[in-house]
């Protein structure tokens, strides 16, 4: 029978990801303690006396080998570590948004270049851009037209983005896309200037002999 109540259902806690202490049922485990030394294979029960005379608790890191292997150690530091790596993986994770930009066959000079100038900030911001050019009626005609004006916007953002094959085709739409080109300046070696600084005055000296 469903829940018909009006105050806040019981949601469960999740369920831990590792099964610790008296929740590992097993006659026997690869122990590793709490230094990282290797204790060997043990009973469970002794296991469980190990990581309480430890004042800590006794993990499965490895369910699937045989024996499982468990370790002595602070199980609530472990998670807020484990925790710690994937947020950090996840900020270095880079999401890449296609943006999408469309133009007329009979769009004018002074809208293409604002939506160059909106593709630019969002190459430079790390997305990728697809243009999109929309045919009407007769326009089909005139495609080799259309691919022109694609191509020349892609011409007008070579400095930021490099194009991912060719113009072509959607039902009644020419689309391309765009990738951010990621060049990065030269670097100028970070000893040169320590070096001139440093052959400066012997050069002042040869001048005054």
Not at 137 to 156: F, I, N, P, S, T
């Amino acid at each position: 029978m469903a829940y018909r109540g009006r105050g806040p259902r019981f949601v469960p806690p999740p369920e831990e990801t590792h099964r610790i202490n008296r929740r590992i049922r097993t006659p026997q485990v690869r122990l590793i303690g709490a230094d990282g030394e290797q204790v060997g294979i043990v009973p469970i029960d002794e296991a469980l006396r190990l990581a309480e005379q430890a004042a800590l608790d006794l993990v499965e890191i490895a369910p699937t080998a045989q024996p499982p292997v468990c370790r002595i150690l602070d199980y609530g530091k472990f998670k807020y570590q484990q925790h710690k790596k994937e947020s950090e993986a996840k900020k270095k994770a880079t999401v890449t948004q296609v943006k999408e930009l469309r133009l007329g066959y009979r769009t004018g000079v002074g809208d293409i270049e604002r939506q160059i100038a909106k593709a630019r900030e969002f190459l430079e911001a790390g997305d990728r851009v697809k243009f999109l050019l929309r045919f009407r009626g007769r326009e089909m005609a005139y495609q080799h037209l259309g691919r022109e004006k694609l191509l020349g916007v892609c011409d007008a953002l070579k400095d930021v983005a490099i194009t991912e094959g060719d113009p072509r085709m959607e039902g009644r739409m020419m689309g391309i896309v765009l990738a951010p080109s990621r060049k990065k300046p030269a670097v100028k070696p970070s000893g040169a200037p320590a070096k001139e600084a440093a052959e400066a005055p012997a050069a002042e000296a040869k001048v005054q002999a």
